[in-house]
């Protein structure tokens, strides 16, 4: 093993990432070191990277990048469940001023770690974590989801939202989703009923629920579609948003005693605490993932850490189509 790595720096915010050889790191006690083989791209590294994620604090020079997958190459001391070998994925860095995934290795808290599924490639792997943490925690932890529930999922061709969907189905849910007219044949290809995006919540709700409203409500998108939501849950239903920000009217929702909860998946990276909960999701979704009911859609392009800024500039101009993948090594 190689005492150097190649690295994407971010040094000035809003600014090309720098390309650099720098050392190693050594794997802390409780820490594994991960030979990174992809890191999975969100729209938030673009914003981290712009200097416009306060809420994801990742002070500069930094190594940017959230999920990963690669195999472990060491392990510090007190880690007892993971050895050399094991493969592995994670939301692992890349905020609060914790090396992030843009690097061909990273020494990560093991409890942020879980053992990689078998029947997926790790572009595959790198691709899921935050996306999918995200969406367990709306439709597990918060909404505790249940067989033959109706569950509206606002954007649900984008990254959360088609995780999203399947989800749904594999807990036994009948998932709707709302997304733009060229997403319908995503949408409907994962299994939820399409709504145009452009259609007002009283129409479709009258449509689809004959004026009840749905059971759970995962919003995905924020601003106006977390004001959809509100009025598209039904009487002591539950509505969940990973974008709830601003300022929101809570009268549809109070009308209806129905309940809100945000979701905030950096939590843990950022504060230390909670860590070995993402573990035990991307443990616990493992079977959907290895069964076939969970599977990302990527992108096709290809990516590698000279091209970073290329794959940022996809995102934010919107025309990716699926997941991007940044490939780190073979």
Same mark, same amino acid.
């Given at each position: 093993?190689?005492?150097?790595?190649?690295?994407?720096?971010?040094?000035? *915010?809003?600014?090309?990432?720098?390309?650099?050889?720098?050392?190693?790191?050594?794997?802390?006690?409780?820490?594994?070191?991960?030979?990174?083989?992809?890191?999975?791209?969100?729209?938030?590294?673009?914003?981290?990277?712009?200097?416009?994620?306060?809420?994801?604090?990742?002070?500069?020079?930094?190594?940017?990048?959230?999920?990963?997958?690669?195999?472990?190459?060491?392990?510090? #001391?007190?880690?007892?469940?993971?050895?050399?070998?094991?493969?592995?994925?994670?939301?692992?860095?890349?905020?609060?001023?914790?090396?992030?995934?843009?690097?061909?290795?990273?020494?990560?808290?093991?409890?942020?770690?879980?053992?990689?599924?078998?029947?997926?490639?790790?572009?595959?792997?790198?691709?899921?974590?935050?996306?999918?943490?995200?969406?367990?925690?709306?439709?597990?932890?918060?909404?505790?989801?249940?067989?033959?529930?109706?569950?509206?999922?606002?954007?649900?061709?984008?990254?959360?939202?088609?995780?999203?969907?399947?989800?749904?189905?594999?807990?036994?849910?009948?998932?709707?989703?709302?997304?733009?007219?060229? #997403?319908?044949?995503?949408?409907?290809?994962?299994?939820?009923?399409?709504?145009?995006?452009?259609?007002?919540?009283?129409?479709?709700?009258?449509?689809?629920?004959?004026?009840?409203?749905?059971?759970?409500? *995962?919003?995905?998108?924020?601003?106006?579609?977390?004001?959809?939501?509100?009025?598209?849950?039904?009487?002591?239903?539950?509505?969940? #948003?990973?974008?709830?920000?601003?300022?929101?009217?809570?009268?549809?929702?109070?009308?209806?005693?129905?309940? *809100?909860?945000?979701?905030?998946?950096?939590?843990?990276?950022?504060?230390?605490?909670?860590?070995?909960?993402?573990?035990?999701?991307?443990?616990?979704?493992?079977?959907?993932?290895?069964?076939?009911?969970?599977?990302?859609?990527?992108?096709?392009?290809?990516?590698?850490?000279?091209?970073?800024?290329?794959? *940022?500039?996809?995102?934010?101009?919107?025309?990716?189509?699926?997941?991007?993948?940044?490939?780190?090594?073979?």
């Amino acid at each position: 093993m190689t005492n150097t790595m190649k690295a994407a720096i971010l040094e000035t *915010y809003g600014k090309p990432l720098r390309i650099a050889d720098i050392p190693v790191p050594a794997p802390a006690p409780g820490e594994a070191l991960v030979r990174i083989a992809a890191s999975g791209i969100n729209p938030l590294d673009t914003k981290i990277h712009a200097g416009a994620a306060e809420h994801a604090r990742h002070p500069a020079p930094a190594i940017p990048g959230m999920d990963l997958a690669g195999t472990v190459e060491a392990v510090g #001391s007190a880690v007892t469940d993971l050895r050399p070998g094991d493969t592995v994925y994670g939301v692992t860095g890349g905020v609060g001023g914790l090396q992030g995934t843009l690097a061909e290795y990273a020494a990560v808290d093991a409890d942020l770690l879980a053992v990689k599924p078998a029947n997926i490639s790790m572009r595959q792997a790198a691709a899921l974590p935050t996306v999918l943490i995200t969406a367990w925690n709306g439709l597990v932890d918060r909404m505790n989801v249940r067989t033959g529930e109706t569950v509206l999922i606002q954007g649900g061709a984008g990254g959360v939202g088609h995780i999203a969907i399947q989800i749904a189905r594999a807990l036994g849910a009948v998932p709707f989703a709302t997304g733009s007219a060229h #997403s319908r044949a995503v949408i409907e290809r994962l299994g939820a009923v399409f709504i145009d995006r452009t259609e007002p919540p009283s129409d479709y709700i009258a449509r689809l629920t004959e004026g009840r409203g749905f059971d759970r409500v *995962y919003d995905t998108v924020g601003g106006a579609s977390l004001d959809a939501s509100f009025q598209a849950v039904r009487r002591f239903g539950h509505v969940v #948003s990973c974008l709830g920000w601003g300022t929101h009217l809570l009268a549809p929702l109070s009308f209806k005693e129905a309940t *809100y909860s945000g979701v905030f998946i950096l939590a843990p990276l950022l504060s230390g605490s909670g860590r070995r909960h993402h573990r035990a999701i991307l443990e616990r979704a493992r079977h959907m993932i290895e069964s076939g009911q969970v599977m990302p859609i990527l992108d096709e392009r290809r990516f590698d850490l000279n091209d970073i800024c290329d794959a *940022y500039r996809t995102i934010t101009e919107g025309a990716a189509r699926g997941k991007l993948i940044v490939d780190i090594a073979e």
